[in-house]
């Protein structure tokens, strides 16, 4: 019963780096998220997909993109990596992008960029 | 704006004392939604409970309690007989429309809770 799966778990990036975090679900929702959480700041949306073949931009998108692949999988890649993205990044799932709709998350990526 | 204030940043209680974690919010909207998530030292986040803005009753579900108080804009949790397990940050959150036709939630800062033996 893995639900939602993230990798990696732990990246250290240089600065103007690029990476990719990936993520799939295997509980056939329709709407993905990308969330980032730094100390004291709860958690801030980056870029959310509310069904297969659409992607909106959350409250904190610059510097990131974001691909639905598919219905399973959404991933975030950071094009040139900055010390402001160093935080936790978590990705999440619900069955609809309504208000009700509660969220299933992924363990999180660690990331650091130096 | 659409706010969720979790004042408490911190709170430490010993094994089997209760205690409850405030979570305050701001609306327009009439109808809304709000949510508990616990994130245990592990890190990753788990959902509680959600409740509705026209569902006043409170819930209680083993030694987890919930009181939404529309007329005061609360939406509190208290945890009876505290236990170690419990340890963990817990956020509170609230619907919010947006884009045309869909939602997100806005979080609280957390409060981090610490039950020692």
């Known amino acids: 019963n893995a639900g939602v799966t993230q990798t990696p778990k732990f990246q250290v990036l240089k600065t103007g780096q690029s990476m990719t975090l990936q993520c799939a679900q295997d509980?056939?929702?329709?709407?993905m998220y990308w969330y980032r959480q730094d100390p004291g700041m709860g958690l801030r949306l980056i870029y959310y997909?509310?069904?297969?073949?659409?992607?909106d931009k959350g409250e904190v998108p610059n510097g990131y993109n974001v691909s639905r692949l598919n219905k399973r999988e959404f991933s975030l890649r950071l094009e040139s990596a900055a010390p402001s993205q160093t935080s936790v990044y978590f990705c999440?799932?619900?069955?609809?992008?309504?208000?009700?709709?509660?969220?299933?998350f992924g363990n999180g990526t660690r990331l650091t960029v130096t | 704006a659409q706010k969720v204030t979790q004042a408490q940043t911190e709170i430490s209680v010993v094994e089997k004392e209760d205690v409850t974690l405030d979570c305050v919010y701001e609306?327009?909207?009439?109808?809304?939604?709000l949510f508990w998530y616990k994130q245990p030292p592990s890190g990753e986040l788990v959902f509680l409970i959600r409740r509705n803005s026209f569902d006043e009753q409170n819930e209680i579900s083993g030694r987890y309690s919930w009181n939404f108080q529309k007329s005061t804009s609360s939406f509190n949790f208290t945890i009876t007989a505290s236990q170690v397990v419990d340890s963990a940050v817990y956020f509170c959150?609230?619907?919010?429309?947006?884009?045309?036709?869909?939602?997100?939630?806005?979080w609280g800062a957390g409060t981090k809770l610490i039950i020692k033996p």
């Open positions: 959150a609230l619907s919010e429309p947006w884009g045309d036709s869909n939602y997100q939630l806005i």
């Open positions: 509980m056939n929702h329709n709407s």
């Open positions: 997909s509310a069904s297969e073949g659409t992607t």
């Open positions: 609306t327009r909207d009439t109808t809304y939604y």
């Open positions: 999440a799932s619900s069955e609809l992008p309504t208000a009700n709709s509660p969220l299933h």
